[in-house]
């Protein structure tokens, strides 16, 4: 018999392992768990569908077994009552269910009393496709290695991560499956005797009543002298009915002996004290069950008040909470079993073999470090002489980046040190070796001084105070005024002297500028002025937030232009409605933010002229740089992006939130070291993103007076595209109907549900704009106070106003007083 099985392994084992059985074979397993269902989803006809789906079943019960076989005399002395041995029994025995004149079901008519429950022997099937997991990925990482290396290299490369990953995968894959198994028989057996997830006696019962009730007090109207039994004898049955279950009524309310009825006279009609038994002991043991209408209007069931039926579900309660007990043991006896064998799996097939793996990479480390100059510093290791693996992996990573310095120095020098070479040297630096110099931008405070002691271009159109705080009004000044600001930002400000003088001439910008004021149309709310409005809001952020110290002059000066072009050529209609009417914007942009990108576009054609060329002081990198900010910049200033935004600068502060609190209490014009590293410079890009759309959206952050002004324009231009809608039958956007929207009360969800999370999650990034956010709840006040004056509401709807109000102006004092010592 040895002999035999020794041959049939060697015979067996070629087949059993060849590409085209494993591929047969896998492909057999998705039939079977699929085919039938598939037939179903198809309509497939029984004749002649039904002959063919059972041929196919039986052939691959035969490949089943045929495999079973085979594995029985390759692998004999460990597949035999394996876990592999008994998922494979049970999946080919469970093809009987998918066989028609067997055990399965296609073909016969379902009805209550007939069908097969053959859930555990698909779980047992899909259990069979996980402990072939192993297989599946040694044959696509067998297909993928033969397709990318020669027969030679295969032989002499090692493999070891292949088998790892297969022994990791196989040896999960049976446990994950052994576990799904358990689980599929376990978890039904915590629900045995628990109350019916649906159950309309209780619902039926309260309408009964109420149906009896009404025609008793019909029948006493019509009879006065003989009293009526009828409620009486409904609410036995009512009782009896629920005499076996393990739950039932105790007590029925608004169903009263005395029925009094307005406007007639109180009638005794009997019932409603046959079932008035005290209240259970646990409140959470009762359950109410409410009449859907009162038919017959009464005290106690009427002007909004229903009556109702109590009942007692102190045994379903019991039950239910005990075998929760008992699921949640069992689920913590599952998992501890399940950890100890996974956590023994890891510890063999992968913790082990990844200490040797450290240890090799160590070693080949320090002799990679030995050849660069670089001794292996001695390891810092605890009493016990170990080192954890991850301060391993760390101390590996930190002499590589070592590694990295020394190669970047010896391709990259500065300015410096370039001048300090002889001819000689810089030939064969720059030439021969190719090294790069690496150029640096001096913003220093010699180079800031010099440019702040150069005259002002333009005549200042407000206070300076006015100009430097969040007061600066734009609607009150002529266009003349609101163009000299545009200048004073960009170049006689501090941010303009090292930002706008830096980067282009003023005679550029005027043409530029002039070339952009022409493509703002005269829409009420997107036009120049609104433009100019966001160009002063930025630059007060990139003040308060002192970018100077972690922007570049390129970043701000990006912004700075984007601010100024964010519009261009806006028409006054939103992106939706674009879309809604097949717009060419909408066409050029496939639906995809048609408005932004246009801005950017235009932005760029008009910079395309070189007399208007406000980026052709820069090299071609800076100049890519630039361009990049301005695209990411307006693009995000599409509120589609709103909430996304929202998300992710939350995300930010919670992964910071130390490091911003403890900004909100330093010198506010003093940045922290590690909240300007970690915090500023490291999400860089996603400010500049935010500062813009902050700004895009910061009306409601201005004192009242200009918030009301730049609202009133806002919904004046969505008003008239709703006109326009109704005119060309479309369905009107929410805040564009005139007829229907008041003013104050769009103005208080507006700031309530859109602008207060964006400007709560900027205050808790950036401590010292918590100003706005104060001023934000004061015009919050100033909206409702408008909104009761103008509406009329009723005291409901004041209340729940209130209560936004109220919950905004906490947010106010909290943030103000996070910034005190």
Not at 428 to 455: F, I, K, T, W, Y
Request: some cysteine; glycine content about 4%.
């Amino acid at each position: 018999l040895g002999r035999f099985l020794l041959r049939a392994s060697a015979v067996g084992k070629p087949v059993l392992n060849s590409s085209a059985f494993v591929i047969t074979i896998v492909a057999a397993v998705i039939v079977a768990l699929f085919g039938t269902g598939i037939a179903t989803l198809a309509d497939l006809p029984d004749d002649p569908g039904l002959p063919v789906v059972d041929f196919i079943m039986m052939l691959v019960t035969l490949l089943f077994i045929s495999e079973m076989v085979l594995q029985c005399l390759v692998s004999f002395l460990t597949y035999p009552l394996s876990f592999f041995f008994w998922m494979d029994l049970l999946g080919t025995i469970s093809m009987v269910f998918e066989i028609s004149f067997l055990a399965g079901t296609s073909g016969q008519m379902q009805t209550m009393s007939t069908g097969v429950d053959a859930v555990l022997m698909r779980t047992a099937r899909a259990a069979k496709v996980g402990a072939r997991i192993g297989r599946l990925s040694k044959l696509m990482k067998y297909i993928t290695y033969y397709f990318s290396v020669s027969e030679e290299s295969h032989q002499n490369k090692p493999a070891e991560a292949k088998v790892l990953s297969q022994k990791l995968m196989l040896a999960l894959s049976t446990k994950v499956s052994m576990l799904t198994i358990v689980l599929v028989f376990a978890f039904p057996l915590f629900s045995i005797g628990q109350y019916p997830e649906q159950d309309l006696s209780m619902l039926q019962w309260s309408i009964t009543l109420e149906q009896s009730l009404s025609q008793a007090y019909l029948d006493q109207q019509a009879m006065p002298t003989t009293p009526s039994m009828l409620f009486q004898e409904t609410v036995l049955e009512f009782i009896d009915f629920y005499h076996n279950e393990n739950y039932k009524p105790f007590r029925i309310q608004g169903f009263g002996e005395v029925v009094k009825v307005p406007g007639q006279l109180a009638l005794h009609i009997a019932g409603a004290s046959q079932l008035q038994e005290p209240n259970p002991g646990r409140i959470s043991n009762i359950f109410k069950q409410s009449v859907p209408s009162c038919i017959l209007e009464r005290e106690h069931c009427m002007d909004g008040e229903t009556a109702s039926l109590y009942f007692d579900f102190k045994a379903p309660r019991q039950i239910e909470a005990a075998e929760d007990m008992a699921l949640i043991v069992f689920i913590i006896f599952l998992m501890l079993i399940v950890s100890l064998v996974l956590s023994n799996t890891l510890d063999k097939m992968v913790v082990q073999p990844m200490e040797r793996m450290l240890n090799t990479v160590k070693t080949m480390a320090g002799e990679i470090l030995q050849q660069f100059g670089l001794e292996e510093e001695d390891d810092q290791t605890g009493g016990d002489g170990e080192m954890e693996e991850t301060e391993l992996i760390e101390g590996i990573f930190k002499k590589f980046a070592r590694l990295a310095s020394l190669a970047a120095e010896r391709n990259e020098v500065t300015e410096e040190q370039m001048a300090g070479m002889d001819a000689d040297a810089k030939g064969v630096m720059m030439q021969m070796m190719n090294v790069q110099v690496n150029h640096q931008l001096n913003d220093g405070p010699m180079d800031l001084q010099a440019r702040m002691a150069e005259p002002a271009i333009a005549v200042l159109p407000v206070a300076q105070d006015v100009m430097d705080s969040f007061n600066f009004d734009v609607l009150s000044l002529s266009l003349e005024q609101n163009v000299q600001a545009v200048i004073h930002i960009l170049f006689d400000s501090k941010l303009g002297r090292i930002t706008g003088r830096t980067w282009t001439l003023p005679e550029t910008f005027g043409k530029f500028h002039a070339s952009i004021m022409t493509n703002y149309t005269d829409a009420p709310y997107h036009n120049y002025k609104h433009a100019v409005d966001v160009m002063h809001t930025v630059f007060r952020l990139l003040s308060i937030t002192r970018g100077d110290k972690w922007l570049s002059t390129i970043d701000q000066y990006a912004l700075l232009i984007a601010a100024l072009c964010h519009d261009l050529g806006h028409q006054g209609k939103t992106n939706p409605f674009l879309v809604e009417t097949q717009h060419e914007l909408a066409m050029v942009y496939n639906d995809k933010s048609p408005l932004e990108n246009m801005h950017c576009a235009k932005l760029f054609e008009i910079a395309s002229n070189e007399e208007c060329d406000v980026f052709k002081r820069m090299d071609r990198e800076t100049k890519k740089s630039a361009r990049k900010v301005c695209i990411a910049t307006i693009l995000h200033t599409d509120n589609v992006n709103h909430f996304e935004m929202v998300r992710e600068i939350s995300k930010v502060y919670e992964l910071a939130s130390d490091t911003c609190d403890a900004q909100a209490l330093a010198d506010g014009t003093e940045l922290l070291t590690h909240y300007q590293e970690q915090v500023l410079q490291k999400n860089s890009s996603l400010w500049l993103e935010l500062f813009l759309h902050f700004a895009d959206v910061s009306n409601p952050l201005k004192p009242f007076s200009i918030c009301k002004a730049w609202a009133w324009r806002v919904l004046d231009e969505f008003f008239d595209q709703g006109d326009i809608e109704k005119k060309l039958t479309l369905p009107v956007g929410l805040l564009n109907d005139r007829d229907k929207i008041n003013r104050p009360g769009s103005q208080h969800g507006f700031i309530n549900f859109m602008v207060a999370p964006l400007v709560l999650s900027t205050v808790k990034l950036f401590p010292n704009l918590h100003t706005v956010y104060t001023q934000m709840a004061n015009n919050v006040q100033e909206w409702r106070n408008l909104w009761v004056k103008d509406a009329k509401p009723s005291p409901e709807e004041i209340a729940k106003k209130d209560a936004d109000v109220s919950k905004i102006k906490e947010t106010a004092r909290e943030l103000e007083r996070r910034t005190m010592p």
